[in-house]
């Protein structure tokens, strides 16, 4: 199922529950199918029926706590996302010595480690600003593309970008009270609605800023715009998340300059798009470097960010720069079934039915119409 082809499973898993209805497994398999679509009530449906056979079946917890959280449910959605650290190939647990879990407790010498995608480790991030507040001292173990933009983001944390490295020669003896995942925070800083502050909390490099302010303002005083039209791999439904280029028309036919903030090359895509339309988006790929502070700081001069649900969304979010998200039908679970984005300000475009492409450019209009004035 992780090539996508969640058609092939369900019918599998399916016929497994008609043949033996008790077979927890088949359950658990149709939760997974569900939470991959976006089907939340469905997951939670399976999750328990593969719980009720089989009460320890580790994925159900996890994949129902999703579904929980998608619903807003905190308190009974980190209780069962946070419980496969350390057991899931996509959330590695970091060891540095004898040190326990952390359980919580306040005044303690702590070590917080990233354990997912890049994504995840800065929207995640937006918690250790609790975490610092509350600890004697904090050392941020992270992905080496974010070294720099955490260490200028929280400067009361020692950082280290070597989460990929089994050597960790930072450590040289040091002892730590305790250790906890970015991703295991929420449950303890989380709980309500109103817990989540909302507020920008990375900054982006000053010097950097300033260069892509140069070449931005070389190109004229028309407006500039970041896009991103892919988001997700297929396991985080990246079918549903992802747009054509071509289907943005609407909104890149507005006279502004736009910016690919595509991760991967769309060369070929760009190539098609001027080809046909006579419309040039710009995309550097130096933007993407292994340095996610160069991503950080276009995103930071830019004057808008439209994407689809993208890590540079979430950058977006985390900087407080403006963003309009096309968020599917169907979302994954950050994005919540409805209302506004928990995590931080971003301006969401749910998918009702048709992509709200023409409502986006409409008010892209709006804005510049009334900035203009």
């Given at each position: ?23 927890s ?5 149709l939760?997974l ?7 939340f009530?469905?997951?939670?449906e399976?999750?328990d ?23 807003r ?9 946070c ?7 996509d ?39 609790d ?28 950082v ?23 991703g295991d ?11 989540f502050?909302?507020?920008p ?5 000053p ?5 892509w ?6 190109m004229g ?32 036919k ?11 090359d ?19 790929s ?24 993208t ?12 963003c309009?998200v096309?968020v ?5 679970w ?5 209302g506004?984005?928990p ?31």
């Amino acid at each position: 199922m992780d090539l996508g082809h969640t058609a092939n499973a369900e019918r599998a898993w399916r016929e497994a529950v008609r043949l033996d209805p008790k077979w927890s497994a088949s359950w658990d398999g149709l939760g997974l199918v569900a939470l991959r679509r976006g089907e939340f009530l469905k997951t939670i449906e399976y999750c328990d029926k593969a719980l009720a056979l089989a009460p320890d079946m580790m994925d159900s917890m996890v994949n129902r706590g999703m579904a929980y959280l998608a619903f807003r449910r905190w308190e009974e959605g980190w209780d069962g996302y946070c419980r496969n650290l350390g057991q899931n190939k996509d959330r590695k647990e970091r060891i540095y010595g004898e040190e326990p879990r952390w359980d919580g407790a306040k005044g303690l010498n702590l070590v917080c480690f990233g354990e997912q995608g890049i994504g995840d480790e800065i929207t995640f991030a937006s918690v250790i600003p609790d975490l610092i507040r509350d600890s004697r001292s904090t050392v941020i173990e992270c992905d080496k593309r974010l070294e720099g933009l955490f260490r200028r983001s929280f400067p009361e944390c020692e950082v280290h970008g070597t989460r990929y490295k089994e050597e960790k020669a930072w450590l040289n003896g040091t002892r730590f009270d305790a250790r906890v995942a970015m991703g295991d925070l929420t449950k303890f800083y989380r709980k309500t609605t109103s817990s989540f502050p909302r507020t920008p909390y990375l900054k982006a490099s000053p010097e950097m800023r300033l260069q892509w302010r140069a070449l931005l303002d070389s190109m004229g005083d028309r407006p500039k715009i970041g896009i991103a039209w892919t988001g997700g791999v297929n396991e985080t439904g990246k079918e549903r998340r992802s747009l054509k280029l071509e289907q943005l028309l609407p909104i890149i036919k507005y006279d502004a300059d736009f910016i690919s903030l595509q991760y991967l090359d769309p060369s070929e895509e760009l190539e098609q798009l001027e080809e046909t339309h006579g419309i040039k988006v710009h995309h550097w790929s130096w933007a993407h470097a292994h340095d996610y502070d160069q991503t950080a700081a276009l995103v930071a001069e830019l004057d808008l960010i439209v994407t689809v649900t993208t890590t540079v969304a979430l950058t977006a979010g985390a900087l407080g720069k403006e963003c309009w998200v096309l968020v599917p039908e169907k979302p994954i679970w950050m994005y919540c079934t409805e209302g506004e984005f928990p995590w931080f300000d971003l301006t969401l475009f749910r998918q009702n039915g048709k992509w709200p492409v023409e409502e986006i450019a409409g008010k892209l209009k709006e804005k510049y119409a009334s900035a203009a004035r």
